[in-house]
């Protein structure tokens, strides 16, 4: 990057307004900030009341906070939009039993509404659980409101989220994530436990959230009988399709909550940008150089490498640039691939003459409140996964987002104070935009939510009442994927779980992970199986500092294996174990630290799994092929076999690709590589892979391979 450029951008008024009107026929209409005009049906509305709500009874349990802090909080909850809405919206939760909700970000939705529910006792027969789509919202806000009322983490707020959990007998406010609450559903399909559901971000459409749609609606109507407890549902979100869940709701009415606490000015590319990542940096410093100290910056990229390399670039310019009459630059990478504590980092307030830049993906785009943001930088890119049945695997690819998402991203800023908005993005080319995002359930691999959909008891996937019911195909190639692991039995008209398909729905992991685990015992390795996938559950566990790439791939060359990248990966763990955790040996290794004590609790809990399942955890100690075996059993349709001519083709649908220049094969020619995911970056490459027998293929999966020829080219081709 050469210096600053122009300002790229131009003001424009902000059309979007945030206004309210009244509508000829006497009820409220709401100009809302995607720009829908959305009417409110609430009888005898209007604009809601502006009495208040009397004072607020804070709760005592492990009191936390001084007086003066807690006052400051109180006095920040009364000036929430939603505050004068409070007593209006109380009536109407009582009156109803499901609810929709509609206010602009950062009216006080997540925070305020289970609190309201809670002060006027109405959670005494039952838990107030709050979904979320991701994990960093659902930690951020119970901290939030554990705070707000005075106690401590875990008491009478709590979070669960995958692989973590704060909660206790006393938790009355819960905020899990939406895949925490449809395992829940698993052991309990009525969700017993709770007696109100708040399933919030609604418009996200995750796979989870809209499965959780048709469950909570089901329990709420089983439950609608006199031997057992109501349950209250609220659906809620600043950006979303009314009608479409008022419908599906059995005509829920809708409540729209009026009005924005602070503004938020926007500004437009003046003309298209060629490079979306060159003209984000540059709006970051134009930023930088022109705003006073003590205003951050939210900047939203697409994934975890581009994201790395920009958060390196600026690092690099603040320096090169000497900067030094401007504050100093804290980067913050924020991916769903860190470690709870490294993304809950970012919300770590600045020392005194320092500037925060976040730089993230989607995962900061709903929900939280970062404080400290004041300007949100977006690129209008996001990166998602779609799953291709045509060849059988997921493909992430970057794509312009929905103009929901863009007023997510920008209800970031103007949460604490004024905000701005720099949309990289032309305002004809945000009007050209779809106005919300495809569901995850139509574009996504069906087959984790297929098997937890048969554990919860629902056995015609197709009658599932779907908000969007997914196609027929991918239905179909689902339910292939779940018969060829031995999860479940297909005939004609009925799906049936086997008993081993049972137990893999207890595992919180892809159902061929959990098949993998469940060959442990058998090969007598479930202990180095269940390692390496808590570090598959990880990520990232190598540290490639740019300019010393080379330094970093030599230190980790003696725990290369030439049996591939899952052994290396398990040599990693189990050395990481002997050096006693050791944060200085890991250093010296370019190992990330934080990372492999994340993938140890990982494992801790699926060794919780196992036993309560009566699997038994065996090790195999030094001798590792049974590893490789049980890999196999679980992704067998993930192998690629040698041609002829040096290249690969996939087993499943004989689509071509390559090793991955990372993984410690790449260079060599195994006759069969089992690979991990498909990644496709230019074209397709198999990443973190091991080397495979092709008689090991047979043995696992006799059915799925006598109708894919394997040719066995067994001698390697140019190796
Ligand atoms: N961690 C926090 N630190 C400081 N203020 C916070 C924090 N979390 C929330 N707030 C304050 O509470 C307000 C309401 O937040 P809340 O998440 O309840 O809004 P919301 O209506 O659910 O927004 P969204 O639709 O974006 O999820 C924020 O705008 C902010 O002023």
């Known amino acids: 990057m050469t210096g600053f450029q122009e300002p790229p951008f131009k003001k424009v008024k902000n059309e979007n307004g945030f206004s309210s009107d009244v509508s000829n026929d006497g009820q409220q209409c709401f100009k809302s900030n995607n720009g829908y005009i959305m009417k409110n049906n609430i009888q005898n509305g209007g604009p809601y009341s502006k009495q208040c709500a009397g004072t607020i009874g804070l709760e005592k349990s492990g009191a936390t906070q001084n007086a003066g802090h ?3 909080i109180l006095k920040q909850r009364h000036s929430l939009p939603i505050f004068p809405a409070r007593q209006k919206l109380l009536e109407e939760l009582k009156k109803n ?3 929709i909700v509609i206010g602009e970000t950062g009216s006080g939705k997540t925070t305020q509404i289970p609190q309201y529910i809670h002060e006027e006792r109405w959670d005494r027969k039952g838990t107030i659980c709050i979904t979320q789509p991701r994990r960093v919202a659902a930690l951020s806000i119970a901290k939030r409101v554990a705070e707000e009322m005075n106690t401590n983490l875990g008491a009478l707020v709590g979070y669960s989220v995958r692989f973590e959990e704060s909660v206790s007998s006393a938790t009355k406010l819960k905020y899990v994530t ?9 052991s309990d399909p009525l969700l017993s436990k709770y007696s109100w559901i708040i399933l919030d971000e609604a418009h996200e459409r995750t796979v989870s959230t809209d499965v959780l749609f048709g469950i909570v609606k089901a329990a709420q109507s089983n439950r ?20 479409h869940f008022s419908n599906y709701f059995n005509n829920a009415p809708v409540l729209y909550l009026e009005g924005r606490q602070h503004p938020i000015e926007m500004f437009y590319a003046k003309q298209k940008q060629d490079d979306y990542v060159l003209s984000t940096m540059s709006t970051v410093f134009q930023i930088h150089k022109e705003s006073p100290a003590q205003h951050d910056i939210l900047v939203f990229l697409t994934g975890q490498e581009e994201i790395d390399s920009v958060a390196h670039s600026i690092r690099q310019v603040a320096k090169d640039l000497s900067l030094a009459e401007f504050p100093k630059l804290r980067v913050h990478p924020l991916y769903a691939a860190l470690p709870s504590h490294q ?3 970012v919300f770590r307030e600045t020392a005194p003459g320092e500037r925060k830049v976040i730089i993230s993906t989607n995962i900061a785009e709903t929900s939280i409140t970062i404080p400290g943001i004041k300007y949100v930088v977006d690129s209008g890119r996001v990166k998602i996964r779609s799953f291709n049945p045509s060849s059988g695997f997921d493909v992430l690819k970057v794509k312009k987002i929905s103009q929901a998402q863009a007023w997510q991203r920008t209800g970031r800023a103007g949460r604490e104070a004024a905000g701005y908005c720099y949309r990289g993005y032309t305002q004809e080319e945000f009007r050209a935009m779809a106005l919300n995002p495809v569901p995850e359930i139509l574009r996504s691999n069906l087959a984790s939510v297929i098997l937890q959909l048969l554990a919860v008891g629902v056995k015609n996937i197709l009658n599932f009442d779907f908000i969007d019911k997914p196609s027929p195909d991918s239905v179909r190639e689902a339910v292939e994927q779940l018969s060829v692991i031995g999860a479940i039995i297909a005939s004609s008209d009925n799906l049936e779980l086997t008993p081993a398909g049972r137990r893999m729905a207890q595992f919180p992991l892809e159902p061929r992970y959990a098949k993998a685990i469940l060959c442990g015992p058998e090969h007598g390795c ?9 570090v598959l559950a990880s990520e990232t566990i190598f540290v490639n500092p740019s300019g010393k790439k080379e330094l970093a791939i030599r230190a980790r060359q003696k725990f290369h294996s030439v049996e591939g990248d899952h052994i290396t990966m398990l040599k990693i763990f189990r050395a990481f174990k002997s050096s006693k955790e050791n944060k200085m040996w890991c250093h010296e290794n370019f190992l990330n630290y934080r990372n492999l004590s994340y993938a140890v609790e990982v494992r801790r809990q699926l060794v919780q799994i196992c036993q309560r399942c009566n699997i038994p955890v065996l090790s195999c100690q030094q001798n590792l092929e049974p590893v490789r075996r049980c890999l196999t059993a679980g992704l067998f349709t993930s192998v690629a076999e040698l041609q002829i001519d040096g290249k ?11 090793i991955h220049p990372a993984s410690v094969l790449f260079g060599g020619k195994p006759a069969y590589v089992l690979f991990t995911d498909l990644v496709h970056t230019g074209k397709a490459y198999m990443h973190i892979n091991s080397i495979v027998d092709a008689d090991w293929l047979y043995e696992v999966a006799p059915e799925y391979f006598r109708t894919r020829h394997i040719k066995k080219v067994c001698s390697a081709v140019g190796s």
């Open 70 to 72: 807690m006052k400051k």
């Open 97 to 99: 039993d499901c609810v």
């Open 178 to 186: 939406d895949g925490m609450l449809l395992r829940e559903a698993i």
């Open 224 to 243: 609608n009988c006199p031997d057992k407890d109501p349950l209250k549902v609220i659906i809620m979100s600043a950006t979303m399709d009314v009608d």
């Open 343 to 345: 993304q809950l980092d």
């Open 526 to 534: 479930t202990d180095e199986v269940l390692t390496i996938v808590a």
């Open 648 to 658: 690969y083709l996939t087993l499943s649908s004989k689509q071509e690709c390559s």
